[in-house]
Nanobody, 124 residues
Framework: QVQLAESGGGLVQAGGSLRLSCAAS????????MAWFRQAPGKERELVAA????????YYADSVKGRFTISRDNAKNTVYLQMNSLKPEDAAVYYC?????????????????WGQGTQVTVSS
């Protein structure tokens, strides 16, 4: 049974940083691309960042480029999202998700497994 468990969310002031973690179990973690999505109230879920199975190829939404960094540790079955220079518009529930293959996609429907989400709140 695949399980994804996010942690690291919380309340931070604008300009601050948070590091999200997603611990995976029940899968061969290194065989799959991983991604972070977010969803704010009243908005659609959007892809924030993604990383291929080996960690060499990454994707970032334009809104977070230069501020967020996705990484993974296949030995620890964990994917991370380092978020710097946070803005109030970054506030959302952040979800990690497992892709269907080694390569990421920008289509949320192609991610079969999702974590429960972790809340990120940014005060101005």
């Amino acid at each position: 049974q695949v399980q994804l468990a996010e942690s690291g969310g919380g309340l931070v002031q604008a300009g601050g940083s948070l590091r999200l973690s997603c611990a995976a179990s029940g899968l061969t973690f290194s065989s799959y691309a991983m991604a972070w999505f977010r969803q704010a109230p009243g908005k659609e879920r959007e892809l924030v960042a993604a990383i291929n199975w080996g960690g060499r190829s990454t994707y970032y939404a334009d809104s977070v480029k230069g501020r967020f960094t996705i990484s993974r540790d296949n030995a620890k079955n964990t994917v991370y999202l380092q978020m710097n220079s946070l803005k109030p518009e970054d506030a959302a529930v952040y979800y990690c998700a497992r892709a269907g293959s080694r390569y990421y996609t920008v289509n949320p429907s192609e991610y079969a497994y999702w974590g429960q989400g972790t809340q990120v709140t940014v005060s101005s």
